[in-house]
């Protein structure tokens, strides 16, 4: 299958920094993908809709200034989490949707600590 | 897209083959079936989806009934490395695309 890579897979921050992660396709393109959300214990919840090329959108409750995304090639799209406090402490996914075929492929995900 | 409704736990004994029921009453035309796992702390692994027709990959088969308001999965020999939490997604491919995960049922395979 697709394989879709994303990194880093863990990273612990101090309060009051931003982190970026970032997701990309490596084998195939992909105009657009996603970034989830995944708390101990309950399911994935999707936070955004990332298109190449133009902006992204945002489920309801997600901020989008503080949640940045880009997506500027076919092959990657980075989620940058600002000023992180640790109730944004979580296990977050992306994915991404082959352009030839209507399959979403997710990264292994990174786990996010704030301290 | 149509609510999908799966068992919360099921057990299966290495080897056995395991059946994974999905109900997805409110299925419309368009929509397909999506399987996902995932294995603890790692991202959601594509496993098969179909549309109306049975569906077989390397990985598992797919069984959709006719009137296509249920489906099941099935893994021929399961292994201890099966156990996961499967998500069944019913989604149409020419809406914006974005899949809605419930809370999927909880697989375990035992010796």
């Known amino acids: 299958g697709a394989v879709v890579s994303q990194h880093p897979s863990r990273v612990i921050c101090k309060s009051g920094t931003s982190v970026k992660i970032e997701c990309r396709s490596l084998?195939?393109?992909?105009?657009?993908m996603f970034w989830y959300r995944q708390f101990p214990k309950q399911s994935l919840m999707l936070m955004a809709t990332?298109?190449?090329?133009?902006?992204?959108?945002?489920e309801q409750g997600v901020e989008k200034d503080k949640f940045l995304i880009n997506h500027a090639s076919l092959t990657l799209s980075t989620l940058t989490v600002t000023s992180a406090h640790p109730e944004d402490s979580s296990f977050y996914i992306c994915?991404?949707?082959?352009?030839?075929?209507?399959?979403?492929?997710f990264g292994a995900g990174t786990r996010l600590s704030v301290l | 897209d149509a609510k999908t409704t799966q068992p919360p736990s099921m057990d299966c004994a290495e080897g056995r083959a395991a059946n994974l029921p999905c109900n997805h009453s409110t299925i419309s035309g368009n929509e397909y079936v999506y399987w996902y796992r995932q294995i603890h702390s790692q991202g959601p692994q594509y496993i098969i989806h179909?549309?109306?027709n049975n569906e077989t990959n390397e990985m598992a088969s797919l069984i959709i009934t006719e009137d296509r308001k249920s489906s099941t999965l099935i893994l021929p020999h399961a292994t201890l490395r099966d156990t996961a939490v499967y998500y069944c997604?019913?989604?149409?491919?020419?809406?914006?695309?974005?899949?809605?995960f419930g809370t999927g049922t909880r697989l375990q395979v035992t010796l």
């Open positions: 997604i019913v989604r149409d491919p020419g809406t914006a695309s974005k899949l809605t």
């Open positions: 990332s298109n190449e090329g133009s902006k992204a959108t945002y």
């Open positions: 994915s991404a949707r082959s352009d030839g075929k209507n399959i979403q492929y």
């Open positions: 179909g549309l109306k």
């Open positions: 084998d195939f393109q992909a105009t657009t």
